[in-house]
Nanobody, 123 residues
Framework: VQLQAFGGGLVQAGGSLRLSCAASGLTFSRNAMAWFRQAPGKEREPVAVVAWSGDMTAYADSVKGRFTISRDNRKNTVDLQMNSLNPEDTAVYYC?????????????????WGQGTQVTVSS
């Protein structure tokens, strides 16, 4: 299984970025997918999760109303649209595939992880 995340970069506060994650080696449409992030010196934290069908999502309180997770089961991709970015959003962002069609934010529910993409928000 491979999860390849891309789309990170440097953006000014208030700006937007769109992350994408391409999955291969798994039956993508059966797995919930999520984005996590880890800032320097901090523990990894969940950002958003989307169910296998795309019709159920959940977000961390810190990103609600600003980030949107979506998936395309035909292309085996999951995206994270990030708007109104602020410096506290600076982190390495990871996509992850769960072992079932729906998952919460617990790390143990995710069997596969991508390599991460850096997002840096300048003030």
């Amino acid at each position: 299984v491979q999860l390849q995340a891309f789309g990170g970069g440097l953006v000014q506060a208030g700006g937007s970025l769109r992350l994408s994650c391409a999955a291969s080696g798994l039956t993508f449409s059966r797995n919930a997918m999520a984005w996590f992030r880890q800032a320097p010196g901090k523990e990894r934290e969940p950002v958003a999760v989307v169910a296998w069908s795309g019709d159920m999502t959940a977000y961390a309180d810190s990103v609600k109303g600003r980030f949107t997770i979506s998936r395309d089961n035909r292309k085996n991709t999951v995206d994270l649209q990030m708007n109104s970015l602020n410096p506290e959003d600076t982190a390495v962002y990871y996509c992850a595939a769960a072992t079932s069609g729906w998952a919460s934010f617990g790390d143990r529910e995710y069997a596969y992880w991508g390599q991460g993409t850096q997002v840096t928000v300048s003030s």
